[in-house]
């Protein structure tokens, strides 16, 4: 089933790189829900993560042809993800929030996301990675290892761990 | 709540929250790609086709040198056809099917039942066997099933029981007889060398299904239950059928697992209660007892030690030390033996003696057995995946293939972490005389 979601995510972006932008559509709705759940464990903010998953995809129109067919669409395009959340944060540490955001962050009106936030609050970001990549992303635990350069039984036991993690933190019998 | 509970409602709010895309992101235009940078993402299909372009040259020039030597030995009267498809069958209860070349380098392996799944499921070894000579894929794996824990590796052999490799070589054209001979000779001798008793046979065959075999299983998906989830499009009945089966697989490991580790505290409690009961013990244990020991309590000592470097071994708990830390370090790991009834352990010995099935693990009627054993082997991690599973809670054959797939991966790991340590352990070499009395031990010689 991975092979086969993977294949045919690698046939859309094949379609993206000669230019269909319906296929392209079609991408976003496959991965977006994995880009936005991964800016959100990294930034730990519903906009900033809404804003990533767009610059994500806008990175993805603009750099498809560096796209080589025939690996994996969603490895290349968390990578993407991953950097611009990290740029992000980076920009974030090197300016203090002006009043301006600080008040309109209060003011925000969208709900909070209960699940990712609990993922966020009490894994590390290895673990959270690992957990997002199996229930988000559906990876196996070997493809996990592989994308992440981890061995398998480091994942495995990372995700075990998390699983307490979670567990402990969410106290009940999750 | 549940770890799927907590993952769909993870889903459900992230399905919900996940934006939309925008209508600038819609409407920017993608960039099609300049000649050189198409050359550039491409540029592994040209390389592809450059091997390709390569291979074809060196294939017609090949040809040509083999129509010529076949011209030859035609007109020398020894006209003899290399088979062109072939396939090496190897039955040890891991089953597993290799597709070999004409070279007899393996092209692909694919598993035939859901133990062959434990091995191939480390895709490292699956692509390590490709390009292999037939001798050398049958050498590794037989030796990644030893590790994982298919063979008896205290076993001698007796008419009855004996550790058996059958491998069956099928080509569409006779082969030369030293490919089956130097087959059997390696696993023979691979196995002799280290002092494991291992009946290897091989058998060849020449028929006209080999074609098909070969076309079938190149085709195919490498794993089992993918092959078989791929057969069954997808019917969630089938699949929930493998799921269970790979459950109880598992399942009977675990059982095996947890009573041999229970029977090892066991063992060492009732050697302690003898030294404990010896006059010059009072009451001391293994880790308590000084250093004069009479010849009884010394012989005891030597029992436990060797059973605490098992313990170490299988399970990593190091008690191994005579001091006051490794025996507290004992009580905590062999604690929970106490809150195990005598009763509970009774009906998992037995469970363990029929088997794992439908009829002996499921239903409202094995719901204390069920209690009992995931008391005993406490494995959260299966518990939840093995109640999702057989209570029909995982729904979608996505989700089913994504539980096997665990379930899967994780008895590999197990069985290999547990078992390759046993394997690796020294051993005496059998010598040709000893390996003789073993063929004539199982009657086979």
């Not at chain 2, 059997?184 to 006209?208: D, M, P, Q, W």
């Not at chain 2, 030597?302 to 830390?325: H, M, N, P, Q, V």
């Amino acid at each position: 089933m991975q092979n086969l979601q993977k294949r045919k995510l690698d046939a859309l972006m094949k379609r993206v790189i000669e230019g269909d932008n319906d296929a392209f559509c079609l991408l976003y709705e496959a991965t977006a829900k994995g880009i936005f759940a991964f800016a959100y464990s990294y930034l730990g903010k519903r906009e900033d993560a809404e804003d990533v998953t767009q610059e994500t995809f806008f990175a993805a129109k603009r750099k498809a042809h560096l796209y080589r067919p025939g690996t994996d669409v969603r490895a290349w395009l968390f990578q993407i993800a991953k950097n611009l959340s990290l740029d992000e944060l980076r920009k974030k540490k090197n300016s203090a929030a002006p009043l301006g955001d600080a008040l309109e962050n209060t003011l925000s009106v969208k709900p909070q996301l209960t699940e990712l936030d609990a993922l966020t609050a009490c894994l590390d970001e290895a673990e959270r990675e690992i957990v997002l990549l199996h229930a988000v992303w559906q990876y196996k635990h070997r493809e996990i290892a592989e994308l992440t350069g981890t061995p398998l039984g480091t994942v495995t036991w990372k995700y075990k761990k998390a699983l307490a993690k979670l567990r402990d933190y969410l106290k009940e019998d999750l | 709540m549940k770890q799927s509970d907590f993952f769909e409602r993870l889903n459900k709010e992230l399905d919900l929250a996940t934006p939309p895309m925008s209508e600038e992101l819609k409407s920017e235009p993608i960039p099609l790609a300049t000649h050189e940078e198409k050359e550039q993402a491409f540029s592994f299909r040209d390389a592809k086709k450059k091997r390709l372009r390569f291979w074809g040259i060196a294939t017609s020039a090949a040809s040509l040198v083999i129509a010529f030597a076949l011209l030859l030995s035609n007109a020398l009267g020894a006209f003899t056809v290399a088979p062109q498809y072939i396939t090496m069958r190897l039955d040890i209860n891991p089953s597993l099917t290799v597709v070999l070349d004409r070279n007899y380098n393996v092209k692909k392996v694919v598993s035939a039942n859901a133990d062959a799944d434990t091995l191939l499921s480390d895709e490292t070894f699956c692509s390590s066997l490709v390009g292999e000579h037939a001798e050398n894929a049958a050498v590794s794996i037989a030796e990644r099933a030893a590790q994982t824990g298919y063979f008896d590796l205290e076993e001698t052999g007796t008419a009855q029981h004996f550790n058996e490799i059958t491998v069956s070589v099928l080509s569409d054209e006779a082969m030369p007889k030293e490919i089956a001979s130097g087959i059997e000779n390696k696993l023979t001798s691979f196995f002799c060398e280290r002092g494991i008793y291992v009946y290897a046979h091989v058998e060849e065959r020449k028929s006209e299904e080999a074609q098909a075999e070969v076309a079938a299983a190149e085709e195919r998906d490498v794993l089992w239950y993918e092959f078989v989830a791929a057969s069954e499009n997808l019917d969630l009945t089938a699949l929930w059928t493998l799921a269970k089966r790979t459950v109880f697989d598992y399942a009977e490991d675990l059982l095996a697992d947890a009573l041999e580790k229970y029977d090892l505290f066991g063992q060492i409690d009732a050697l302690n209660d003898q030294i404990a009961a010896d006059p010059q013990g009072k009451g001391k244990t293994y880790w308590t007892i000084g250093g004069d020991e009479n010849q009884n309590i010394s012989e005891l000592c030597s029992d436990i030690k060797a059973l605490l470097e098992r313990l170490f071994l299988l399970y990593g708990t190091d008690c191994r030390e005579k001091d006051a830390l490794s025996y507290l370090k004992y009580l905590a790991a062999s604690s929970y033996r106490a809150t195990i009834s005598q009763e509970s352990i009774s009906s998992l010995r037995k469970l363990n003696e029929t088997g794992i099935d439908d009829e002996t693990f499921c239903g409202i009627e094995n719901l204390t057995l069920r209690l009992r054993y995931y008391q005993l082997i406490s494995n959260d991690f299966f518990q939840e995946i093995a109640t999702s599973i057989l209570e029909g809670v995982a729904e979608g054959a996505e989700l089913i293939l994504r539980d096997i797939a665990e379930l899967t991966e994780c008895r590999m790991q197990d069985r290999y972490e547990k078992y390759s340590v046993l394997f690796s352990l020294e051993r005496s070499s059998i010598s040709e005389s000893a390996y003789a009395e073993f063929l004539i031990r199982i009657g086979k010689n």
